[in-house]
C-alpha cells in the first residue's frame, strides 16, 4: 500500500529525503515559509494548491492527513513542532539535531514512547556500508577491545564558509552550537562504535578566523562591491557560480542561471563577506571524551581542510583501524612483534550506494520507509538511540564555554529533573 507523507521545511535536506521517498510512496502536503521553495516543491511533488502551507500550524489545523512526517525545519523549531505531530499521531523522520536543548530531546522520547510514535532522527552516518564495515570489524573482535579513537570532521574551508558563516547555522543562539548542528553525527558514531555511554566530557575551541580583524585591506561588505575579491578565495562568485545546479549554488536561490544567482548574492547573507558576518559559532573544536567502558576519544572539527571529509583511527588491543570515507578506504593492521617483522594488513573498500553521505541517505530512508510498514520498531536511529549523542554535544560545548569538564551522568540526572519539574 503506498505510503503518504507530508514535508515540513523545503529545504536542501527535506527535498533530498522526499525525493527518495516520492520513487514509491506520496508527498501530499508541503509546509515551507519561502514561496519559491514551497512553489518548487510542490511542482515537484504534484501537491495541490491547497495542501501548500506557509504556516506549519495551518497544516496541523487539518488534523492526521497522512502516515507520516519529515521534519526538515530549522533546530529551534524541530521542538514544537515535533510534539505537535506526536499529539496528531504522526509518525515522523526528524531531521538532526533534534532539539539543542537537551530538557527537549528528552520531552520528545517521552511523548514518542508514551505515544507509541515511531521517531527515527536523520543521523545517515550509521547507515553508510564504510562505518557499518568498521563496526563490523570492531565487534568480530579479532583486533580485541578498543583502547582508544582519534576522529575527525574535516568540514571543508568552503562548506564552512556557506553553512557556518554565512548561511542558516551561523549563529549558535539563533539555530545550534556547530557541535550538535554538524558534529551529533560524529558523537553519535562515537557511542555507536564504543557501544557505551559518555562519562566525562571536555572541549576546546573558538572562532579562530572567519572575524573582521582578518578582512583583506580593502575589502567590502559585500563580494559583488568588492574590489580585492579576484585575489579571495570566499569571493562569492568563485563560491557559486561555478558549480550552478548544484550545492551549495541550489541552497541560496532556485534560479540556478549565472543572472538568477547573481541577483541572489547582491541581497542575500551568501554573498556578504565571510570577514563582516555576524556568525559566532567556533571554526574549529577539540573534544575529549572518556566512556564508561574506558575507552577514551578525540573529536576535532575543523573548518580548516580542503576536503569535506571524516577520518579515523581506532586503536585496539592487537591493532588499529584506519579510515576515510571520503577515499572508502579502510586499513585494517594487525600489531607485529617488533619493527622489523612486516605487519598484517588488510585494506576494505565497502560497496559503494549511490546517494548523499556515501549512500547513508539512502539507507536512513529505506530504513524509515520500511519502520513504518512494520508492526515492530527497530530502526538503526530511533529516538531512544539518537538523544545520547546530544547530550554528548551538549556536554561538549558546555564544557567549552564554561571551561570544565562535564560528567554525564550528573547531567543526565539535571536535563532529567528539568523535564519532569
Not at 529505506?366 to 512494520?374: A, Q, S
Amino acid at each position: 500500500m503506498e505510503l503518504k507523507l507530508a514535508l515540513i521545511g523545503a529545504g536542501q535536506r527535506g527535498l533530498i529525503y522526499s525525493r527518495h521517498a516520492y520513487q514509491s510512496e506520496e508527498i501530499v502536503a508541503v509546509v515551507e515559509p519561502d514561496a519559491g521553495r514551497r512553489k518548487a516543491a510542490a511542482d515537484e511533488f504534484q501537491i495541490p494548491v491547497e495542501k501548500q502551507f506557509e504556516n506549519v500550524d495551518e497544516f496541523f489545523q487539518l488534523g492526521k492527513i497522512c502516515d507520516a512526517v519529515i521534519i526538515s525545519s530549522m533546530d529551534r523549531d524541530h521542538y514544537a513542532q515535533t510534539m505537535e505531530a506526536l499529539h496528531i499521531g504522526y509518525d515522523i523522520l526528524l531531521e538532526k539535531p533534534i532539539s539543542p536543548s537537551p530538557e527537549e530531546c528528552l520531552r520528545i522520547q517521552q511523548k514518542a514512547n508514551e505515544k507509541g510514535r515511531k521517531v527515527i532522527v536523520c543521523h545517515v552516518l550509521r547507515y553508510t556500508n564504510f562505518f557499518a564495515e568498521i563496526k563490523r570489524i570492531i565487534d568480530s573482535r579479532e583486533l580485541g577491545k578498543i583502547i582508544t579513537i582519534q576522529h575527525n570532521e574535516n568540514i571543508g574551508n568552503f562548506h564552512m564558509a556557506h553553512s557556518f558563516v554565512r548561511g542558516n547555522w551561523r549563529r549558535g543562539d539563533l539555530a545550534s552550537p556547530i557541535i550538535m548542528q554538524k558534529s551529533c553525527h560524529d558523537m553519535d558514531i562515537l557511542a555507536w562504535l564504543v557501544d557505551s555511554g559518555a562519562k566525562r566530557i571536555s572541549s576546546y575551541g573558538s572562532l579562530a578566523y572567519f572575524k573582521e580583524e582578518n578582512a583583506p585591506a580593502g575589502s567590502a561588505e559585500r563580494c559583488l562591491d568588492c574590489k580585492v575579491a579576484a585575489d579571495c578565495r570566499f569571493d562569492a562568485k568563485k563560491a557559486y557560480l561555478p558549480v550552478r545546479g548544484q550545492w551549495p549554488a541550489t541552497v541560496i536561490s532556485a534560479d540556478q542561471s549565472e543572472e538568477g544567482l547573481l541577483q541572489e548574492l547582491q541581497t542575500s547573507p551568501y554573498g556578504r563577506c565571510v570577514y563582516r558576518m555576524d556568525n559566532n559559532v567556533c571554526d574549529h573544536q577539540v573534544t575529549l571524551i572518556e566512556f564508561k567502558n574506558g575507552v577514551t576519544a578525540t573529536f576535532n572539527l575543523s573548518g580548516f581542510t580542503n576536503n569535506m571529509h571524516r577520518t579515523l583511527k581506532i586503536m585496539c588491543e592487537h591493532g588499529e583501524i584506519r579510515g576515510d570515507d571520503l577515499s572508502n578506504i579502510i586499513e585494517v593492521t594487525k600489531f607485529a612483534s617488533n619493527m622489523a617483522e612486516s605487519s598484517q594488513q588488510t585494506v576494505i573498500r565497502p560497496a559503494a550506494v549511490d546517494g548523499g553521505h556515501h549512500g547513508g541517505d539512502t539507507g536512513l530512508m529505506n530504513d524509515f520507509l520500511g519502520n513504518l510498514e512494520r508492526a515492530d520498531f527497530n530502526s538503526r536511529s530511533s529516538i531512544d538511540m539518537s538523544v545520547e549523542s546530544h547530550l554528548m554535544a551538549y556536554a561538549a560545548e558546555e564544557a567549552r564555554v564554561t571551561g570544565t569538564i562535564i560528567d554525564l551522568d550528573q547531567l543526565r540526572e539535571q536535563v532529567q529533573q528539568g523535564v519532569t519539574a
